[in-house]
Antibody, heavy 125, light 109 residues
Framework: QVQLVQSGAEVKKPGSSVKVSCKAS????????ISWVRQAPGQGLEWMGG????????NYAQKFQGRVTITADESTSTAYMELSSLRSEDTAVYYC??????????????????WGQGTLVTVSS | EIVLTQSPATLSLSPGERATLSCRAS??????LAWYQQKPGQAPRLLIY???NRATGIPARFSGSGSGTDFTLTISSLEPEDFAVYYC???????????FGQGTRLEIK
């Protein structure tokens, strides 16, 4: 049973960057895409983008193009999401989620299961 | 961009009652729709995928139906642990996109 464990909460200044990690254990990593989804306080879910580790290629939601970078390290089964030029509106819980099925079975994007526990990023001066 | 509209925004019911949640897409998504449950302070949990398939470990009281633009999540008999927020989600490969509905809050009456 795969589990995703994310890095801890962060407090950042406006204009800075944040990098959140997501380590997978107990299952296959490389052939399952990992996506990042954020949730602002009291708000809904917003997909930011995803990566297929075996290919190293990332896709991003248009809203975040140019500001987010998603990477993956197969040697440590860890995915990363870096968001730059932070502003107060980026205050949110950031989740990583592995896709349900291997990319050979269903191309990215697929449904999200399981999810990491979430990382709260607070942007404040 | 495909927009998903969920209704109602809030649904107030009692344990044992039947819950019917709706998700409407702004254009056809075929059967590429999923449902998630989220409880306070927790990550979302996949309930239903491909419109009608229950995810692993999901009780049989949860069922999904629909195709094209109109989808329904039904909880046949509410248990106390079912009171939560429910989101629908669609995915497309071309253009690559993932969107969520705004959520339906299922609360105890």
């Amino acid at each position: 049973q795969v589990q995703l464990v994310q890095s801890g909460a962060e407090v950042k200044k406006p204009g800075s960057s944040v990098k959140v990690s997501c380590k997978a254990s107990g299952g296959t990593f490389s052939s399952y895409a990992i996506s990042w989804v954020r949730q602002a306080p009291g708000q809904g879910l917003e997909w930011m983008g995803g990566i297929i580790p075996i290919f190293g290629t990332a896709n991003y939601a248009q809203k975040f193009q140019g500001r987010v970078t998603i990477t993956a390290d197969e040697s440590t089964s860890t995915a990363y999401m870096e968001l730059s030029s932070l502003r107060s509106e980026d205050t949110a819980v950031y989740y990583c989620a592995r896709e349900l099925r291997d990319i050979v079975v269903v191309p990215h994007p697929d449904w999200f299961d399981p999810w990491g526990q979430g990382t709260l990023v607070t942007v404040s001066s | 961009e495909i927009v998903l509209t969920q209704s109602p925004a809030t649904l107030s019911l009692s344990p044992g009652e039947r819950a019917t949640l709706s998700c409407r897409a702004s254009q056809s998504v075929s059967s590429y729709l999923a449902w998630y449950q989220q409880k306070p302070g927790q990550a979302p949990r996949l309930l239903i995928y491909d419109a009608s398939n229950r995810a692993t470990g999901i009780p049989a009281r949860f069922s999904g139906s629909g195709s094209g633009t109109d989808f329904t999540l039904t909880i046949s008999s509410l248990e106390p642990e079912d009171f939560a927020v429910y989101y629908c989600q669609q995915r497309s490969n071309w253009p690559l996109a993932v969107t969520f509905g705004q959520g339906t809050r299922l609360e105890i009456k």
